[in-house]
């Protein structure tokens, strides 16, 4: 069987991203008969030894059906205040649905902190490690009662992917009302074609998700394929399926259309699967194509091949490296605050004492802090508990 059929039950570990639209009706709330046929196909896995982690959207979407409020933009203290109740009644039915097939939940409520910061990435992940160990299902959403636009992800794609990079989980499935990536949005253009595998998230790839990020994208094809590029660098295959099915786990297992991206193929450790899953990056460093090369060859990034730096970065903060053409190219953690940076790029690393007037590293970014975008893969002998503890 390829690589792209092969059935759920052959990965050790799989998150599944469910979106609002699927577990809740503007006018009836929850889809109870839906939610019992999903925690159905989680049981099933379940069964067969594969560890599941849900990220279950629809706080919002919930509040509002018990609040009762009317259709239209919530302004951010009406949203915190519907995510406030309708999280509890969402937890509740997941909680209910999967003991029935004697599961048991475990919610998690995370912030854009929880994951950025090593500390408490690391804290969670022990959590999260801890409720697999006893057999329990992590229901995650975002704590979206105290995240503010600043400090949220907005959306649980890149959620998500973050929890499928953090749990060392090798499959992510994102369940929505698309059934996968076309070549363009198939309602507007009807030559539009569908792609069933993705090899690699090329530029090609990013452009048929649509332009950057915007409110009216959110949560659309482009952060789809963000939270694709977080987890395919860090060895986790990426499934795009429908969920608008009832068994919609099973669906795929039965052949149902959906999109597969590869998982990426060079061995990276723990601590550079964080460093590539950063969502914010805090500065970026411009670089020239010799020191382009030299990142894909494994080597660090010295002052010398730095042609611009942009924002303010303290030392040890994540800087994302842009190439030649402006794309992103690798993300690292800068040896230098962003002032000093700028003083010393475009020099020779013996100038940095001179100019700085301490010897500092050699380094702009040193290659074990470093992660070149789409190199790597969680090795494959690595067993989820060495994974979860290496830190
Ligand atoms: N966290 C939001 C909620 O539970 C959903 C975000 C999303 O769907 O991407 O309502």
């Known amino acids: ?66 609040l009762g409020l009317p259709p239209g933009a919530l302004r951010l203290e009406e949203s915190q205040a519907a995510a406030a109740v309708g999280q509890i009644a969402l937890a509740r039915a997941w909680s209910q649905s999967l003991s029935r097939d004697g599961i048991v939940a475990g ?71 698309i059934d996968g990536l076309y070549t363009a949005p198939p309602h507007i253009d009807p030559r539009a074609q569908f792609l069933d595998e993705i090899a690699e998230i090329t530029p090609e790839i990013e452009a048929m998700a649509g332009g950057a990020a915007s409110e009216f994208s959110r949560g659309g094809m482009r952060t789809k394929i963000d939270a694709g590029k977080i987890a395919t660098t860090a060895g986790c295959a990426m499934i795009i399926a429908s969920g608008k099915t009832d068994h919609p786990l099973r669906a795929i297992d039965d052949g149902a259309r959906c999109s597969w991206f590869a998982p990426a193929t060079t061995p990276v450790n723990a601590r550079k699967t964080w460093i590539a899953g950063h969502l914010q990056a805090s500065g ?49 953690l800068a040896s230098y605050d962003a002032d000093e940076a700028r003083q010393i790029a475009g020099r020779k690393s013996g100038a940095i004492e001179g100019i700085l007037g301490y010897a500092g590293r050699a380094a702009m970014v040193h290659r074990d802090d470093l992660v070149v975008t789409g190199q790597f893969q969680v090795p494959q002998d690595l067993t989820v508990g060495e994974d979860m503890r290496a830190g």
């Not at 503007?26 to 990220?55: E, F, M, P, Q, Y």
């Not at 080597?299 to 924002?311: F, I, M, Q, R, Y």
């Open 107 to 177: 919610q998690i409520l995370l912030t854009l902190g929880d994951t950025e910061e090593r500390r408490r990435y690391l804290n969670a992940r022990a959590t999260l490690k801890q409720l697999m160990t006893m057999g329990a299902v992590p229901i995650i959403n975002e704590n979206d009662t105290v995240a503010t636009s600043e400090i949220r992800y907005g959306d649980n794609d890149r959620l998500a992917a973050r929890v499928a990079t953090m749990a060392g989980a090798d499959l992510l499935v994102l369940l929505s009302d």
């Open 1 to 66: 069987m390829s690589e792209r059929r092969k059935s759920l039950t052959s990965y050790r570990r799989v998150v599944i991203k469910i979106g609002s639209a699927l577990l809740v009706d503007r006018g009836t709330g929850l889809k109870s008969g839906w939610l019992d046929a999903v925690c159905a196909d989680i049981a099933a896995l379940k069964a067969n030894g594969t560890d599941v982690l849900v990220v279950s959207s629809g706080a919002i979407a919930l509040g509002r059906t018990v």
């Open 284 to 332: 970026e460093l411009q670089v020239d194509a010799g020191a382009e090369q030299a990142l894909h060859s494994g080597k660090s990034l010295l002052p010398a091949g730095v042609t611009k730096v942009g924002g303010q970065f303290s030392r040890g903060d994540t800087v994302a490296i842009i190439g030649a053409d402006g794309r992103e190219i690798a993300r690292g």
